[in-house]
T-cell receptor, first 114, second 110 residues
Framework: GAVVSQHPSRVICKSGTSVKIECRSL??????MFWYRQFPKQSLMLMAT?????????EQGVEKDKFLINHASLTLSTLTVTSAHPEDSSFYIC??????????FGQGTRLTVV | EDKVVQSPLSLVVHEGDTVTLNCSYE??????LLWYKQEKKAPTFLFML????IEKKSGRLSSILDKKELFSILNITATQTGDSAVYLC??????????FGPGTRLSVLP
């Protein structure tokens, strides 16, 4: 299957700082990538849809100024959590769309804000 | 509002048992249905289904879609402890993203 690499897998940061998470499609080009957040024992919650070369589409209730998404190339999308707070601590997962049908996930990033 | 429902939400079986996981959906502009397995980290892709009645198989796992009744099942035969995971069902709709179900947490006891 297609490979999507997400980095870092785990990060701890101080309140008020910003954290950048990268999502790369290693063996295919992805014009569309998705960013999800997952709370313990819950399903994936879509945060935003990232399209290469254009602005991301954010889901209702997701602050676009807090969760900055950049999809500058066909193989890389980044999510930056700005001015992080403890309530932003969560598991963030990206997925990349292959051939406009199948989506493959990155390994996820566990963010802890202290 | 698009919705995906999975049942059961939780299931405990013993090794060697066969399990059937259910996924039903109510969406506009259905495109495909996907099954994922999620262990400790991110989901891994299992199957994508687009046509009714065509079974997809991979080892002990199989899945089928019924677009008339709007559901899919995922079967796992001769379960092993390594099958313990959360199984997620997602529906892709045209023009939008994926709608995920809540998942079924499967525990396989030795």
């Amino acid at each position: 299957g297609a490979v999507v690499s997400q980095h870092p897998s785990r990060v701890i940061c101080k309140s008020g700082t910003s954290v950048k998470i990268e999502c790369r499609s290693l063996d295919f080009q992805a014009t569309t990538m998705f960013w999800y957040r997952q709370f313990p024992k819950q399903s994936l919650m879509l945060m935003a849809t990232s399209n290469e070369g254009s602005k991301a589409t954010y889901e209702q209730g997701v602050e676009k100024d807090k969760f900055l998404i950049n999809h500058a190339s066909l193989t890389l999308s980044t999510l930056t959590v700005t001015s992080a707070h403890p309530e932003d601590s969560s598991f963030y997962i990206c997925s990349a769309l292959l051939g406009n049908t199948e989506a493959f996930f990155g390994q996820g990033t566990r963010l802890t804000v202290v | 509002e698009d919705k995906v429902v999975q049942s059961p939400l939780s299931l405990v079986v013993h090794e060697g048992d066969t399990v059937t996981l259910n996924c039903s959906y109510e969406v506009t502009n259905f495109r495909s249905l996907l099954w994922y397995k999620q262990e400790k980290k991110a989901p891994t892709f299992l199957f994508m289904l687009t046509s009714s009645g065509i079974e997809k198989k991979s080892g002990r796992l199989s899945s089928i879609l019924d677009k008339k009744e709007l559901f899919s099942i995922l079967n796992i035969t001769a379960t092993q402890t390594g099958d313990s995971a959360v199984y997620l069902c997602a529906v892709r709709v045209y023009g939008q993203n994926f709608v995920f179900g809540p998942g079924t947490r499967l525990s396989v006891l030795p």
